[in-house]
């Protein structure tokens, strides 16, 4: 959701504050400000729209200072306008603050202040904090953030200003904060990106800490004001990796990384003389009777390829549920239930609080994660790294992909444990799981087809995505792309659903997108799209080259290569991805940064 960047040091803070949203703003980007402490108070900044709007006014008023703070805004309270924009300060400018997060209580909060004679000046959640704060204030800013932090109900991740110290004080309750440390100087951010230029050290701050940075280093309390350790983790990947290179932009390059993706996902992680798939898990697979998959969005459907995995390779009952739904849903799992939470980023709210309530329940559980320290990470029995490095992009692509194929060596590895799979069958989807890479390299080549086709789709009024078995999850996902980066409207159903009532929509103007990889109910794929195509419909099928068994039924042909059904989804993300980036760009939208969305959910 929001961007946050804060700085204490030597440097030009405006400077550095600014290329850290910068490389933020995938997070949220409805308006965007800054403030600089100055002796004497604080000077603010806010601009509604983009981060560039704010920079435009810098640009007119540059502003200089020890340090500042700043914010990109994905507004849940309040309009995204200037006055909503953050950092919120006090009225005599003392104080200055940014937030990610909601406060739930703000309301009696607000009431109470009002009541005290604070003059509120925007319609966000957040300046309550800043309220308390100052309220609270008597020389030391930690005490007195601490001393308003235990009044909040909610999530926050806050960093904190006052004029009267060289300092920043930052908190954090469920929305993700990392520390960074130079010489001489410190650093907060909503992510790594923001400060990885400046340093590779950094601390992820854990729910419940407060710490201050200063110029020397950085000290961390817990709420109440005890002393607290910070462990101090180095940053493996270069900035490189989060940056456009060359490209148009960040969702084409992370589509064409997708093959070196794949080699890193499965890594040394496969073994062709055992048939099995080294996770490192600490978990028996003898140990579980289900498993229940929780996730939101992409990962979800990425969810969903895993549970026809799990279930053809391992035999184990599987089911997928919505993060948001099973949270509230007073789950049935037990201590033989394994509960997989699935995530990019690690930090999405509702995946957190579903596995939280898996765990609650006695479950064992395993996140598949793309994101170290991350605040799923801190609270799951095992871990597996998909390996996709930084995903800047809103559009999730590369992680897919790379979900699904842990998915599939996690069937493997749990098939082989509990006898499902033979050495032999082992052997052979290993082999085929190494095939992926180049596969999805081959796929890549389609392109200039898939932009073609891509042109008709961003006419339609609607686009209808169809698929069977293990492509019911591959058509959700295609639609969802679309729908996300053109904002064309797209739905997704079962092939096999159309004739009970979905079919009724089919016209000129609505187009089917069907995945009709070769398998065994090709056969009946191909009739449901001669329906299709009786009734005005036009159809694109992605289809495996050199298989017939469609017999004419598409209208377009979007040939992928062929490959083991279970797998076929990796392959298939491809051109269900172009086509959703090519739609994109003919209608001119912002490929990246989409409207209303945001990179990393971290509010419900
Ligand atoms: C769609 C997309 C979202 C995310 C969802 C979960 O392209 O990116 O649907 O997949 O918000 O995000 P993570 O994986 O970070 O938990």
Not at 207 to 212: L, N, P, S, Y
Not at 225 to 249: N, R
Not at 391 to 397: M, N, P, W
Request: with cysteine.
């Amino acid at each position: 959701m929001c961007g946050i960047v804060g700085y204490v040091g030597p440097q030009n803070a405006t400077d550095v504050v600014i290329e850290g949203l910068r490389r933020l703003e995938y997070r949220g980007y409805d308006s965007a400000g800054l403030s600089v402490r100055r002796p004497e108070g604080h000077v603010t900044l806010k601009r509604s729209g983009k981060l560039k709007n704010l920079e435009d006014a810098l640009e007119a008023t540059p502003l200089a200072g020890a340090h500042a703070i700043g914010h990109t805004r994905w507004a849940t309270h309040g309009p995204p306008t200037d006055r909503n924009a953050h950092p919120h300060v006090t009225e005599d400018t003392r104080v200055a603050l940014i937030h990610n997060g909601i406060i739930e209580n703000h309301q009696a909060l607000r009431e109470r202040l009002n009541g005290a004679g604070h003059v509120f000046t925007s319609d966000t959640d957040s300046e309550v904090l800043v309220h308390l704060i100052e309220e609270a204030y008597d020389g030391d800013l930690s005490d007195a953030v601490r001393a308003a932090l235990r009044q909040v109900e909610g999530a926050y991740a806050v960093v904190v200003s006052h004029a009267d110290h060289d300092e920043l004080v930052v908190a954090r309750m469920t929305s993700p904060l990392v520390l960074g440390y130079g010489e001489g100087e410190t650093f907060v951010a909503s992510d790594v990106p923001a400060i990885l230029k400046h340093t590779r050290r950094v601390s992820y701050l854990q729910d419940g800490q407060v710490a201050t940075l200063r110029p020397a280093g950085i000290q961390a309390t817990d709420l109440e004001g005890h002393p607290q350790e910070l462990e101090i983790d180095t940053i493996d990947w270069d900035l490189e990796a989060a940056e456009k290179g060359g490209w148009p932009h960040f969702m084409l390059k992370e589509i064409y990384e997708q093959p070196q993706v794949l080699v890193n996902t499965l890594s040394d992680r496969l073994s062709q003389s055992t048939g099995d798939a080294n996770l490192n898990l600490t978990l028996d697979p003898s140990a579980i009777d289900r498993i229940v998959i929780v996730a939101a969005g992409t990962a979800s459907y990425a969810g969903e390829v895993g549970r026809t995995l799990l279930e053809r390779w391992a035999r184990i009952p599987t089911t997928v549920e919505v993060a948001s739904e099973f949270r509230y849903a007073n789950p049935i799992v037990d201590a033989r239930t394994l509960v997989v939470a699935v995530s990019q980023s690690g930090e999405t709210i509702d995946t957190l609080e579903a596995v939280r309530e898996g765990i609650r329940h006695g479950a064992r559980s395993l996140a598949i994660l793309n994101s170290k320290g991350s605040s799923i990470s801190r609270e799951v029995d095992d871990i597996i790294d998909i390996h996709a490095g930084p995903e800047i992009g809103v559009a999730s692509t590369k992680a897919y992909v790379a979900m699904v194929t842990v998915f599939a060596m996690l069937a493997l590895h749990f098939g082989r444990a509990r006898g499902a799979l033979s050495l032999e069958e082992g052997q052979d989807r290993v082999a085929e799981l190494k095939r992926l890479p180049n596969l999805v390299a081959d796929a890549l080549e389609g392109r200039p087809a898939i932009a073609a086709a891509a042109r008709s789709l961003a006419e339609a009024r609607s686009v209808l995505y169809l698929g069977r078995g293990v492509h019911v999850a591959s058509a959700k996902e295609g639609a969802l792309k679309l729908k996300e980066i053109s904002y064309v409207h797209a739905e997704a159903f079962p092939t096999g659903e159309m004739k009970h009532g979905p079919i009724a929509l089919i016209d000129a103007a609505v187009p089917t997108v069907a995945v009709a990889t070769d398998g065994p109910l090709t056969g009946k794929t191909a009739s449901n799209l001669q329906e299709i195509k009786a009734r005005g419909g036009r159809v694109f099928a992605i289809a495996t080259r050199g298989a017939d068994g469609l017999d004419g039924a598409a209208d377009v042909r979007l040939d992928v290569p062929p490959v083991e059904d279970a797998l076929a989804p990796v392959v298939v993300a491809v051109p269900l991805q172009l086509l959703a980036y090519e739609a994109s760009v003919a209608l001119g939208r912002d490929v990246d940064q989409p409207r209303n969305l945001a990179k990393s959910v971290t509010v419900e």
